[in-house]
Nanobody, 124 residues
Framework: QVQLVESGGGLVQAGGSLRLSCAAS????????TGWFRQAPGKEREFVAA????????NYADSVKGRFTISRDNAKNTVYLQMNSLQPADTAVYYC?????????????????WGQGTQVTVSS
């Protein structure tokens, strides 16, 4: 059973940075993609970024391109989301997700495994 555990959320001022971590366990992640989604109060859960474990190809939502960077450490089975130039609009619960295959999928229902989420709050 795949388990995903997020950490690194918190409160930061606008313009600041945070790094989220997602520790994955329960299987070998060859040919798996891991991604980040976020959900703000009253809004749908939306795609943020994704990466393939093996080839490190990445995909980003337009709203975070140039500010967020997704990366992975295969030895630690951990995926990171470095978030810079944070804005109040980035305030949300951030969820780690995993799926077999296509890292380009941005639809929530295409992703099979989810973590519990970590809160990110950006103050103005």
């Amino acid at each position: 059973q795949v388990q995903l555990v997020e950490s690194g959320g918190g409160l930061v001022q606008a313009g600041g940075s945070l790094r989220l971590s997602c520790a994955a366990s329960g299987r070998t992640f060859s040919n798996y993609a891991t991604g980040w989604f976020r959900q703000a109060p009253g809004k749908e859960r939306e795609f943020v970024a994704a990466i393939m474990w093996t080839i490190a190809s990445t995909n980003y939502a337009d709203s975070v391109k140039g500010r967020f960077t997704i990366s992975r450490d295969n030895a630690k089975n951990t995926v990171y989301l470095q978030m810079n130039s944070l804005q109040p609009a980035d305030t949300a619960v951030y969820y780690c997700a995993a799926r077999y295959g296509n890292y380009r999928s941005t639809r929530r229902n295409d992703w099979d495994y989810w973590g519990q989420g970590t809160q990110v709050t950006v103050s103005s």
